[in-house]
């Protein structure tokens, strides 16, 4: 029912449990040559971030593996540990740079009464020091992760209790370990302040509700979730290493925060809140800290570019106002600053230089922002718009401007969908065949199978590996048992992974190899039982809507009424031969079905499609036509479990 990072479920550990290999090719000699290239163009590599990354450190767990309840990996401090030396040729050298900095794990000092623990999940948590116990930011994204965070915090520093905990945004990675730092009592008992940005729960529960079968799948691209490690495989995730495999969890705020400049007197701590809700996340806030000349700037700015619109899915993001943004914090708060710490990567030490990197990121959002749309209005397509739209020489001077995440390519493109969504105006690509039927025309067009394939090696051969994965996608797509095509196109994609300066774009190429070698890992999301229980019923039932299929159920009507005893909501559905309509809040007057019991058993039949005669055994009462009900069941789709992305 919910997805992906960012969202409501989780992919895979990096470095724990069962993994696939990466890449089966060697860097080929294009590659090779792409590489040292590349390398010639990178900005000299001073000492600052080799400095920054470390500066502070105390001390990190003895043993890196963190396990769950059932002594299950669930993250691997040291799965990037390879990472030392030159960069190897499967990896672009701007990547493994970054990676060298990124890999580094454990308690750090930041400032007299501010810490942060690094490297423990794919976010930092964030510790200040209050009068009487810790105020935590950003608790991670799994009970288990932050959990050994908290550990290491008490047995290096003294046990002390958490005072408050802060929720910096609504993506998962920045709550969802929050279950490993505080007991729910602790909050709806009033000791423990938890604080969110306004429109924190509605956001963190409904961002992956209606999609969240794809993003998933997708995000499994993203993340390369499953793979290994390795120099030939993921390298990161570009904000931080991948993303914990543990126990998702929610508590709900008892205060939030609603315009910037509010204040919070939490512990003995004074906070000032700058509101950014709309840039990186649709609610999220940064923090100052004035006692302790910090400024936490949460997500809108770390060590990479970020995403407009993330590859795993998701709705496209504000790029003008998270420029103005970063204008504000580097105007009204930088200058204040002996520090400028993120939610992800390393601080930047000293107001000069965290004046100077805010307005570096400032300047990167804004140039991508005007300079598309200034292209766009000129007629150029998002196409052409991200092949000539590259970043400035001297922007890129910072290496925390590089896309090791979000690229200058699809973040182009992601501004051009939010002015003028996908269409390019060109009548042409305004009904076109769909893949597969077009994919067969053009390989006919092209001479058949035997040519396209011919064609797809010489171009490999001369390095151009977009033109070669075009045509041997088109191939794939008419052929998908063509083994002669698979390969090549696998090899095609490797190529263009280990040639790539992105994590996530390194990790979408890898993943599709190795789809098409079949060894695909299409993980089952793992589901929060907090997160399901936050989550609307109007939403629920809406979700299940999309799910409905009016071919199996037929030409007749079926309505129901709800009494959820645990929540104590009524509720209904009515479904006819078009559509399912949920109503929160209604009843039927003589329903054909009518519902008692609690939610959880209703979500089984919705969402799990239990058979209605198991959730009677479990309590659910069922009045009226059971039988009716079941064909309801019957009629909705399953919770989508994986599809083929670089197959039909």
């Known amino acids: 029912m919910m997805a992906a990072a960012g969202g409501l479920a989780m992919v895979a550990a990096t470095g724990a449990g069962a993994q696939t290999p990466g890449g089966n090719s060697s860097a080929s000699p294009a590659t090779i040559a792409a590489q040292q ?17 470390t500066r502070g450190f105390i001390a990190t767990l003895p043993d890196p593996v963190i396990r769950n309840a059932a002594g299950n990996p669930v993250w691997n401090l040291d799965a990037y540990a390879f990472v030392d030396g030159a960069a190897p040729d499967s990896v672009h050298p701007s990547l493994w740079r970054h990676m060298r900095h990124l890999k580094h794990h454990g308690l750090y000092q930041v ?5 942060q623990v690094r490297g423990f999940d794919l976010a930092n948590l964030t510790i200040i020091r209050g009068e009487s116990g810790w105020i935590v930011i950003d608790p991670l994204t799994s009970v288990e992760t932050a959990k050994a965070a908290m550990a290491l915090v008490n047995a290096t520093l003294g046990t002390r209790p958490v005072s408050a905990v802060i929720y910096s945004h609504s993506h998962a990675d920045h709550f969802g370990g929050v279950r490993g730092v505080i007991d729910p009592d602790d909050a709806t008992s ?6 969110a940005p306004e429109g924190f729960m509605e956001e963190a529960t409904s961002e992956n509700v209606m999609a969240g079968g794809a993003m998933l799948r997708r995000a499994a691209y993203q993340f390369a979730t499953g793979m290994a490690p390795g120099p030939q495989g993921q390298m990161g ?4 290493m991948g993303v914990s495999g543990g126990t998702l969890s929610l508590i709900t705020p008892t205060d939030t925060i609603a315009a910037t400049g509010e204040t919070r007197m939490v512990d003995g701590v004074r906070l000032e809140f700058q509101i950014v809700s709309g840039s990186e996340a649709p609610a999220e806030f940064n923090v100052f800290i004035a006692a302790e000349k910090t400024f936490l700037a949460a997500e809108i700015a770390t060590c990479t570019m970020h995403n407009i619109l993330t590859p795993r899915g998701a709705k496209v993001r504000d790029a003008r106002a998270w420029g103005h943004y970063l204008d504000e914090a580097a105007r009204r708060y930088a200058p204040q600053s002996d520090t400028v710490i993120s939610s992800h990567c390393w601080p930047i030490f000293g107001r000069a230089e965290g004046t100077q990197w805010l307005e570096a990121q400032r300047d990167n959002y804004r140039y991508l922002h005007d300079q598309t749309v200034r292209r ?16 400035p020489a001297d922007l890129g001077q910072e290496w925390s401007t590089h896309g090791y995440y979000g690229t200058y390519s699809h973040n182009a493109k992601a501004i051009y969908q939010f002015y003028l969504g996908w269409y390019d105006a060109v009548p042409a690509n305004l009904n076109p065949h769909p893949p597969v039927e077009r994919a067969a025309k053009l390989v006919d067009a092209l001479g058949g199978a035997e040519r396209v394939l011919a064609l797809a090696r010489n171009a490999m051969a001369g390095g151009d590996y977009r033109w070669s994965s075009d045509l041997l996608q088109n191939l794939v797509f008419t052929e998908p048992d063509n083994a002669a095509a698979r390969a090549a196109l696998a090899e095609s994609y490797e190529q263009q992974g280990y040639s790539s300066e992105s994590a996530i774009w390194r990790n979408q190429f890898l993943a599709a190899a190795r789809d098409l ?7 089952a999301a793992t589901q929060s039982t907090d997160l399901i229980a936050a989550v609307a019923t109007q939403e629920l039932l809406d979700s299940a809507a999309t799910r409905f299929a009016p071919e199996r159920f037929g030409d007749r009507s079926l309505t129901i009424g709800l009494e959820l005893t645990d929540r104590k909501e009524q509720a209904m559905l009515e479904a006819n031969g078009r559509v399912l309509i949920g109503r929160v809040g209604e009843t039927p007057a003589a329903p054909d079905v009518a519902m008692r019991g609690p939610r959880a058993l209703v979500l089984a039949l919705l969402f799990l499609k239990q058979p209605v005669s198991t959730m009677q055994a479990a309590g659910l009462q069922v009045e009226g036509d059971a039988a009716a009900l079941q064909h309801l069941i019957d009629a909705l789709d399953p919770m989508p479990q994986g599809f083929a992305i670089v197959e039909p």
């Open 237 to 240: 995730s570009g904000i931080g």
């Open 376 to 391: 766009m209005n000129r007629g150029e397509t998002m196409a052409e718009i991200a092949e000539s739209l590259t970043l």
């Open 111 to 115: 400032s007299d009464n501010i810490l």
């Open 190 to 195: 009033g000791r423990v302040a938890v604080i």
């Open 517 to 523: 070698r079949g060894a695909s890992a299409r993980s």
């Open 37 to 53: 290239s590349a390398a010639a163009g990178l900005p000299e590599d001073g000492t600052r971030d080799a400095a920054f990354s």
